[in-house]
């Protein structure tokens, strides 16, 4: 079966510094991964997905991950973040077309005046 | 938004009752999901349904049941509440496996 391991529990940031959220998987075939971000008392929302092609993958609010099969890892990265990204960090991986998506235990980032 | 209603929003129950939670779509999407949400745990999996009158078990189903006998609608049943079901509950929907969409939540007290 297939796990997630979000390294850090929580990851505090000055305003318009970069932040990178680590993830890392382990399956030993072709995953699908995704980002997923939780703003309090709401649901989850997809911040950006990778299923194939490009390893550099672009989503929304000026997020990007970086997918690496050696090192089973989908890392995600911003430049330069805003107070308006503090919120729960979820990666998620999922085998089977339409099966079991399996959630890491949560990063929360912290965007500091 | 992807048309998704999670009823009720807040519940408070006392310990040994029963109690059933609804998720109500209208994408028409094949497949539903129930998931709790704990601190530390990130979110796991209940019960899943890939169709009409078919669902399977996640990694948490003990103590829970499911029933899906419309596309659109997804109940999740605890048959007998504890305090360690205290929790918040997301029901998601998806057409594949490309992405989830979410419920808002079902904040969840058993006393």
């Known amino acids: 079966a297939q796990s997630v391991t979000q390294l850090d529990s929580q990851v505090p940031v000055f305003e318009e510094a970069p932040v990178e959220l680590r993830c890392n998987y382990s399956s030993s075939v072709s995953v699908y991964l995704f980002w997923y971000v939780q703003y309090p008392n709401q649901g989850l929302q997809l911040l950006l997905k990778y299923l194939s092609g490009s390893t550099l993958v672009k989503g929304i609010n000026g997020f990007e991950a970086e997918f690496n099969k050696s090192q089973t890892s989908f890392h995600l990265r911003k430049p330069s973040v805003h107070i308006s990204d503090t919120a729960e960090y979820f990666c998620?991986?999922?085998?089977?077309?339409?099966?079991?998506?399996?959630f890491g235990p949560g990063t929360r980032l912290s965007v500091l005046p | 938004d992807a048309g998704i209603t999670q009823s009720p929003r807040h519940k408070v129950t006392e310990t040994g009752t029963p109690v059933t939670l609804r998720c109500h779509q209208t994408?028409?999407?094949?497949?539903m999901y129930w998931y709790r949400q704990d601190p530390g745990h990130g979110l796991r999996l209940i019960h899943y349904s890939y169709g009409v009158k078919d669902t399977d078990k996640g990694e948490v189903s003990d103590g829970y049941s499911v029933s899906r006998s419309k596309t659109e609608d997804f109940l999740l049943t605890l048959e007998s509440a504890t305090s360690s079901q205290t929790s918040v509950y997301f029901c998601?929907?998806?057409?594949?496996?490309?992405?989830?969409?979410f419920g808002s939540g079902t904040q969840l007290s058993v006393l």
């Open positions: 998601a929907i998806s057409e594949g496996g490309e992405k989830l969409f």
């Open positions: 998620a991986v999922t085998l089977t077309y339409g099966q079991n998506f399996v």
């Open positions: 994408e028409n999407h094949r497949y």
